[in-house]
């Protein structure tokens, strides 16, 4: 397989950090349908659902260099997706040394293997926190947000100094159906409001572009197959700004809730960002539209979580 010569991922070997995350598991999920042989890493036990059944797991611990020099070496992938990262947004000083070891040193180890094996493509998970690169430079806004920016910076040295094929995917706020990090927005109003509860809620003013989650993981398998995407950081969001409160008051209605929202009921988090993501330059790129409408998405999303209640255990 090569990225110049394949608009699919058919027979291709791609190998996916973070593969048991809510996006990895998606991902996995469709590579696995387009034909690829997949290769997924986890720091623990691999998932025993049924939809995971067909990868090839290994447990890899991306801050052991020899370990992760070794796995990209007896794997040999077509395709790297590094989906592996600590996502926690605080702005707490104690998350600058785990983010910067598990957003930018793993990342670096993970880069420098995939150069040593002449990967094919090096798609990175980015995001939305970063600031844009043709902006005017400013702070990040969290440990985060500045291991990933710095993150990317990598990629495209190693794009453009050791010409390994790289592309960044600058992913929005990514919601939809599956195990997931329950403190973030949408599961944790969708659980709380299930459940017959109150959540609480910041001022809700902030304007965020969502992008469902089978939307995210159809441009990152572009982004491993698109020639133009080489050296590239392309959004992947959905081209629209939609307040956090004009969200929750979606969930409330789907959730056939009649009472008003209490926001306000928390404090704002300093420095939110707020951009919207450039869909026409990404649909030139990857020949790839968002397709799944907000209302869709969240009603898909809270449906899966009125199930997950319901399920045996």
């Known amino acids: 397989m090569s990225p110049s010569s394949s608009d699919t991922l058919r027979d291709a070997v791609a190998l996916v950090t973070g593969a048991s995350g809510f996006i990895g598991r998606h991902l996995t999920a469709l590579l696995a349908r387009e034909g690829a042989s997949v290769h997924a890493t986890t720091r623990g036990d691999a998932p025993r659902d049924a939809e995971h059944s067909a990868l090839s797991w290994h447990r890899l611990d991306l801050h052991d260099t020899a370990a992760v020099r070794e796995l990209v070496g007896r794997v040999r992938p077509d395709v790297v997706f590094h989906l592996a990262s600590l996502v926690k947004g605080a702005r707490d000083r104690a998350l600058v040394l785990p983010a910067f070891e598990a957003n930018l040193a793993s990342t670096v180890r993970l880069l420098d293997a995939a150069a040593e094996h002449g990967v094919r493509r090096f798609v990175q998970l980015g995001s939305l926190e970063?600031?844009?690169?043709?902006?005017?430079?400013?702070?990040?806004?969290?440990?985060?947000?500045?291991?990933?920016?710095?993150?990317?910076?990598?990629?495209?040295?190693?794009?453009?100094?050791?010409?390994?094929?790289?592309?960044?995917?600058?992913v929005f706020m990514v919601y939809g159906p599956g195990p997931q990090d329950l403190q973030k927005l949408v599961p944790y109003v969708a659980r709380t409001l299930l459940a017959g509860d109150t959540p609480t809620l910041s001022s809700g003013t902030r304007a965020v572009d969502w992008i469902y989650v089978e939307d995210v993981v159809r441009a990152l398998a572009r982004l491993a197959v698109a020639p133009e995407a080489d050296g590239r950081v392309i959004d992947v969001g959905s081209g629209r700004l939609v307040t956090v409160a004009d969200v929750v008051r979606r969930l409330y209605r789907l959730a056939g809730r009649s009472d008003e929202p209490p926001f306000g009921s928390r404090d704002d988090r300093p420095l939110e960002q707020v951009r919207r993501a450039d869909v026409d330059r990404t649909a030139s790129v990857l020949d790839w539209r968002p397709q799944v409408g907000l209302d869709d998405g969240l009603d898909r999303t809270l449906d899966w979580f009125r199930r997950a209640a319901t399920a045996p255990s």
């Open 130 to 170: 970063e600031p844009p690169i043709d902006e005017p430079a400013r702070a990040p806004a969290s440990p985060y947000a500045a291991a990933k920016t710095a993150a990317t910076a990598y990629c495209r040295l190693y794009a453009e100094l050791y010409g390994l094929p790289v592309a960044v995917a600058r």
